[in-house]
């Protein structure tokens, strides 16, 4: 299946990109059965943006992203990335509210999101983004169908109702058989299978990646890239990836070079 990709460089004009005059080209995606949805056709539907972003870690220190404006996809892999230092992390945790822009805005359907309350962002966070780390981050107490279940208990939802989802989660990405082992005894590769598992269990809009390959070999990153790419195809989910990987860039949908 080929895909058309977009290389945008973040705009810094006030106005959100939508790709205009980026360099396109085709790129072979990883196969599967449902067809994709082409990112130019939803960016005016798009969930997630920064408008103006500007961010320091400390007061008067360096700052990163020089007023970055951009729409992010639906139904698209995006891979954000630039060189070491640049703030590809630093940007999916603006992105997912875990840190406050110095200036400038987050907005989650057209709303300023940024500086909602702490209960206001855990509770959107909750319902709306789902993460995905370099390192898995699961429990090594918990069953694998218990850590993929935990964020739902965030939201309050019952352990009965979220088992059935969790399950069918992990038979979709080949992991049905691993429910019941707890993180150490499975692969590297099925543990950020299961993370992407976890990070889908809430139905979220948008699902955030922080080099999720980054400790993988090439076959396990395949996979693990593949599970990313049909959470944004299938049902249209804004999917972001911090990656210098040339792999990774090689197979997303849209690049933003920071």
Do not use: W
């Amino acid at each position: 299946m080929t895909a058309q990709r977009a290389v945008e460089p973040f705009s810094n004009d006030g106005a959100a990109s939508a790709g205009d005059g980026a360099l396109e080209r085709s790129v072979s995606m990883p196969s599967r059965s449902m067809e994709k949805t082409d990112p130019s056709d939803t960016l005016d539907r798009s969930v997630l943006a920064v408008v103006d972003l500007r961010f320091s870690y400390i007061k008067r220190g360096e700052e990163l992203f020089s007023g970055l404006t951009h729409r992010f996809a639906p139904g698209a892999l995006t891979v954000v990335t630039g060189p070491s230092g640049c703030g590809k992390s630093t940007l999916l945790y603006l992105l997912g509210l875990m840190l406050n822009p110095t200036s400038g805005q987050i907005e989650v359907d057209g709303r300023p999101v940024g500086r909602l309350s702490d209960g206001g962002r855990s509770t959107l966070r909750a319902a709306r983004i789902g993460f995905v780390f370099q390192d898995s981050e699961l429990d090594p107490s918990r069953t694998v169908v218990d850590s993929v279940i935990e964020p739902g208990l965030y939201l309050g939802r019952r352990v009965a109702d979220l088992r059935p989802v969790a399950l069918e989660l992990l038979e979709r990405f080949g992991l049905a058989h691993r429910a019941d082992h707890r993180p150490g005894q499975v692969s590297g590769g099925q543990a950020q299978r299961v993370a992407v598992c976890r990070a889908m269990i809430n139905q979220p809009d948008i699902v955030l990646a922080d080099e999720p390959t980054g400790n993988l070999d090439r076959d396990n990153a395949a996979l693990v890239l593949d599970a990313l790419a049909v959470a944004a195809h299938d049902s249209g989910r804004t999917v972001v990836i911090a990656s210098h990987d040339p792999y990774v860039i090689d197979v997303a949908d849209r690049v933003v070079a920071l």
